[in-house]
């Protein structure tokens, strides 16, 4: 069955750019977590979707980031004006509940950005 | 706010030998605890949970106990395998909408 996928896998940037990476979550599942991981750290929580509804966003890093789900289903996270800093992988995770602690988030397998 | 600290890796043990990798936790409350894993080239995978103290998570051999009064949720492994390279994250729930706060990672190495 399909499970979390993300594109494009690997994406390079000049500094200044603007990217977009894609989420295409399980079907049917309601939530729909961003998360950003360093090189060498865990997932930093990003923004929270149920539906398409942004729930949370208090973990964007600055107004440079911006997350959509506008039909409830494919998540695109946007990045304007990259910067060096904004280098890491971008994990995406779905959930078939609506948050709370006995839904499973299933990862997709990211997207290494690097910015030049 | 809340967080979580695992021992610094790389853990590197022979094939068989006994695995513990640490994981201590601050959180308001009694928040649901993970250990997630990653595999070389591929996605976090969900190892095991334990949603209330006391609680033993298992799976695939692998162990952890949500110790309340340490605030910890060590995994351990009696006979670690070379399959068993990989990335572990302690992880707990945080908030109303399920977000994870994740530790750093610990790489783990197996050596035939």
């Known amino acids: 069955g399909a499970g979390v996928s993300q594109s494009p896998r690997y994406k390079v940037a000049k500094r200044g750019q603007d990217v977009a990476l894609r989420c295409d979550p399980i079907s049917g599942h309601v939530s729909l977590f961003w998360y950003q991981q360093a090189l060498g750290q865990g997932p930093e929580f990003l923004t929270y979707f149920q539906n398409e509804a942004q729930l949370d966003k208090s973990g964007l890093p600055s107004d440079r980031f911006f997350a959509e789900r506008p039909e409830g289903s494919v998540s695109t996270l946007k990045i304007q004006r990259t910067q060096q800093e904004d280098s890491a992988v971008y994990l995406c995770a779905s959930s078939l509940g609506y948050g709370g602690m006995n839904n499973e988030q299933f990862f997709g397998p990211g997207t290494r950005l690097t910015v030049l | 706010g809340n967080s979580v600290t695992q021992m610094e890796g790389p853990v590197t043990l022979s094939e068989e030998a006994f695995l513990t990798i640490n994981c201590t936790y601050t959180a308001t409350g009694y928040p649901s605890l993970f250990w997630y894993v990653q595999y070389p080239g591929e996605g976090l995978q969900l190892l095991l949970k334990a949603t209330k103290a006391d609680d033993k998570g298992s799976n695939k051999g692998f162990e952890a106990t949500y110790r309340k009064e340490t605030t910890s949720f060590h995994l351990e492994k009696g006979s670690v395998q070379v399959s068993d390279s990989a990335v572990y994250f302690c992880?707990?729930?945080?908030?109303?909408?399920?977000?994870?706060?994740f530790g750093q990672g610990t790489t783990l190495q197996v050596k035939p």
């Open positions: 992880a707990l729930y945080s908030g109303n909408t399920g977000k994870l706060i």
